[in-house]
């Protein structure tokens, strides 16, 4: 029987060596598909704690932009209302100064409700069940008057609001809170002040304001020209305060898109493969592989027929 020149001890080197290309192989496969160093993060080894304090802080900061967002939606729908006021108050303005200017006035109690009406409907509208000027009380409707009469009736312009005292607020940041609701009687105390004013002189012994002005009616409505250039600069404050909420929300989330680049950069540093370098890799170790095959096969083939 014809002996093979060979030994138990390189056979067994040999396969060792198919075993190791193997598992290399494998890896850079398993890396290249999932694009990660490691599916465990003990094989990170030093940098494990500095990933998973790096992910939770990033996670904090996404969670910071999804509050923004929904802020600012709020501050949107609190520039919308507090604009449309605005020009509600305005509009009611033109019109006695017209009257002043006219010495005449039409329909001035149905101009009065209107306006009334505007503000009542802006200060109790609503955002998926929640009254967006309501404060913390968020199911309760703020003003609690329908009409100018019930308003007049009250015993004073501060009982028709039912608003908490506090805003909304919330954390958009690490130790940065904001507080970026409007209250309904921070609003609108002045406006319903000067619109009763007017309501109760129109339905008065001097009123009521229709036609042609009587001398008391318009020395009434020139002072309340002045009242109501006041509340309409007290609503102006308010929106550009609403206005500065908004443009802090922006710089605040700058910061944090900034953030949130630099901890993906960053992780992805220290998890994430170079496909380039890995592929390259993967090539040489199929390579290594199929020679190690091929040593096997040959080794198999040799005997002493391969000497003589």
Same mark, same amino acid.
Request: net charge negative.
């Given at each position: 029987?014809?002996?093979?020149?060979?030994? $138990?001890?390189?056979? #067994?080197?040999? /396969?060792?060596?198919?075993?190791?290309?193997?598992?290399?192989? $494998? =890896?850079?496969?398993?890396?290249?598909?999932?694009?990660?160093?490691?599916? =465990?993060?003990?094989?990170?080894?030093?940098?494990?704690?500095?990933?998973?304090?790096?992910?939770?802080?990033?996670?904090?900061?996404?969670?910071?932009?999804?509050?923004?967002?929904?802020?600012?939606?709020?501050?949107?729908? &609190?520039?919308?209302?507090?604009?449309? /006021?605005?020009?509600?108050? @305005?509009?009611? #303005?033109?019109?006695?100064?017209?009257?002043?200017?006219?010495? %005449?006035?039409?329909?001035?109690? =149905?101009?009065?409700?209107?306006?009334?009406?505007?503000?009542? &409907?802006?200060?109790?509208?609503?955002?998926?069940?929640?009254?967006?000027?309501?404060?913390?009380?968020?199911?309760?409707?703020?003003?609690?008057?329908?009409?100018?009469?019930?308003?007049?009736?009250?015993?004073?312009?501060?009982?028709?609001?039912?608003?908490?005292?506090?805003?909304? @607020?919330?954390?958009?940041?690490?130790?940065?809170?904001?507080?970026?609701?409007?209250?309904?009687? =921070?609003?609108?105390?002045?406006? $319903?002040?000067?619109?009763?004013?007017?309501?109760?002189?129109? %339905?008065?012994? !001097?009123?009521?304001?229709?036609?042609?002005?009587?001398?008391?009616?318009?020395?009434?409505?020139?002072? #309340?020209?002045?009242?109501?250039?006041?509340? /309409?600069?007290?609503?102006?404050?308010?929106?550009?305060?609403?206005?500065?909420?908004? &443009?802090?929300?922006?710089?605040?989330?700058?910061?944090?898109?900034?953030?949130?680049?630099?901890?993906?950069? $960053?992780?992805?540093?220290?998890?994430?493969?170079?496909?380039? @370098?890995?592929?390259?890799?993967?090539?040489? %170790?199929?390579?290594?592989?199929?020679? !190690?095959?091929?040593?096997?096969?040959?080794?198999?083939?040799?005997?002493?027929?391969?000497?003589?």
């Amino acid at each position: 029987m014809v002996s093979r020149v060979s030994s $138990f001890g390189q056979q #067994q080197l040999l /396969i060792r060596g198919i075993q190791e290309n193997q598992a290399r192989v $494998f =890896e850079n496969q398993r890396q290249i598909s999932t694009g990660r160093i490691t599916d =465990e993060f003990r094989g990170l080894g030093g940098s494990t704690g500095t990933i998973l304090g790096s992910r939770s802080f990033l996670s904090r900061v996404e969670s910071y932009q999804q509050t923004i967002t929904t802020i600012r939606g709020r501050i949107d729908g &609190n520039d919308v209302q507090v604009g449309g /006021i605005i020009g509600a108050v @305005e509009s009611l #303005q033109d019109n006695v100064l017209a009257a002043v200017a006219n010495n %005449n006035a039409q329909g001035f109690s =149905e101009q009065l409700e209107q306006t009334f009406q505007f503000l009542t &409907n802006s200060l109790n509208s609503n955002i998926d069940g929640t009254f967006q000027f309501s404060g913390a009380s968020t199911g309760t409707v703020p003003v609690n008057v329908t009409d100018l009469a019930s308003l007049a009736a009250l015993p004073s312009v501060s009982d028709a609001f039912d608003n908490a005292d506090i805003a909304f @607020e919330a954390r958009i940041a690490d130790g940065v809170d904001i507080e970026f609701g409007l209250l309904a009687d =921070e609003v609108a105390t002045e406006a $319903f002040q000067v619109l009763v004013d007017l309501y109760n002189f129109d %339905n008065g012994p !001097s009123g009521p304001i229709n036609g042609e002005l009587d001398a008391t009616q318009f020395a009434f409505l020139q002072t #309340q020209v002045g009242a109501l250039n006041d509340t /309409i600069d007290g609503l102006r404050q308010t929106e550009v305060d609403n206005g500065l909420s908004f &443009n802090r929300l922006n710089v605040v989330e700058q910061q944090h898109a900034d953030t949130v680049i630099f901890l993906q950069t $960053f992780i992805s540093d220290q998890e994430d493969v170079d496909l380039a @370098e890995t592929v390259t890799q993967l090539n040489n %170790n199929q390579v290594a592989l199929e020679a !190690s095959f091929q040593a096997v096969a040959s080794l198999s083939r040799l005997s002493l027929l391969n000497f003589l």
